[in-house]
């Protein structure tokens, strides 16, 4: 089965500018997530949507990042303005069900940004 | 709440000689317990899982972890290790949300 895509994988842009991140789950996967991963660090979960509902955005910086999974297949995360603390890997993921106790994510490649 | 820790940010080892990877955590019920490699501009991968039954849990590549609910600890090994297993490993907690938690990150690297 194919994976979860990401596009695109790499990104490099000045700050205050705007970027968006497009994600593609697995098929039939009803939840999706989006990851910041900052260099030496773990990911951290920004967003999670169960089909097109937001499930847990509590540590998304809304003043700055949006997120929308508008029919509930494919995603998009923006960022307007970009900072230069906004340099990082985000990573997609998605899963079956949230909920099942044997249910796991499946990780994107990532889109790496660079704010200069 | 629930954290992570994973103890040693870079660790080397022969090729052929024991991995071990160590990860403690913090979390106020159970705990759902994973693994996951980063390859190079790869995303995550489960290298293997610990929810319920069996304490000692069997993975991919010749991985394998123990959840010790005493300790707190679920540590990742491997007998003997490959070039191809260089990357970075990651240790994360679920608790009944099913939101992970990640620790840092620890980089392996194999010597030839």
């Known amino acids: 089965e194919a994976g979860v895509a990401q596009s695109p994988r790499y990104k490099i842009i000045e700050k205050r500018q705007s970027v968006a991140f497009w994600c593609n789950p697995i098929?039939?996967?009803?939840?999706l997530y989006w990851y910041q991963q900052i260099l030496g660090q773990g990911p951290k979960l920004l967003i999670q949507?169960?089909?097109?509902?937001?499930?847990?955005d509590s540590q998304l910086p809304k003043d700055r990042f949006s997120a929308e999974r508008l029919k509930g297949v494919d995603s998009t995360l923006k960022i307007q303005p970009a900072k230069l603390e906004d340099s990082a890997v985000y990573l997609c993921?998605?899963?079956?069900?949230?909920?099942?106790?044997?249910?796991?994510?499946?990780f994107g490649p990532g889109t790496r940004l660079t704010v200069t | 709440a629930q954290s992570v820790t994973q103890l040693g940010s870079h660790v080397s080892v022969s090729e052929g000689a024991l991995v071990l990877l160590r990860c403690n955590y913090s979390?106020?019920?159970?705990?759902?317990l994973f693994w996951y490699v980063q390859y190079p501009n790869q995303g995550l991968q489960l290298l293997l899982k610990?929810?319920?039954?069996?304490?000692l849990v069997k993975g991919i590549n010749g991985f394998e972890a123990e959840f010790k609910k005493s300790e707190t600890s679920f540590h990742l090994t491997k007998p003997s290790a490959h070039m191809s297993d260089a990357a970075e490993y990651f240790c994360?907690?679920?608790?009944?949300?099913?939101?992970?938690?990640f620790g840092a990150g620890t980089t392996v690297t194999v010597r030839a």
């Open positions: 098929s039939g996967h009803a939840t």
């Open positions: 979390s106020s019920v159970p705990p759902y």
């Open positions: 610990y929810t319920t039954g069996a304490t």
């Open positions: 993921a998605s899963s079956l069900e949230a909920g099942q106790m044997n249910y796991e994510q499946y």
């Open positions: 994360a907690v679920s608790d009944n949300d099913y939101k992970l938690s």
């Open positions: 949507f169960q089909n097109n509902g937001v499930v847990d």
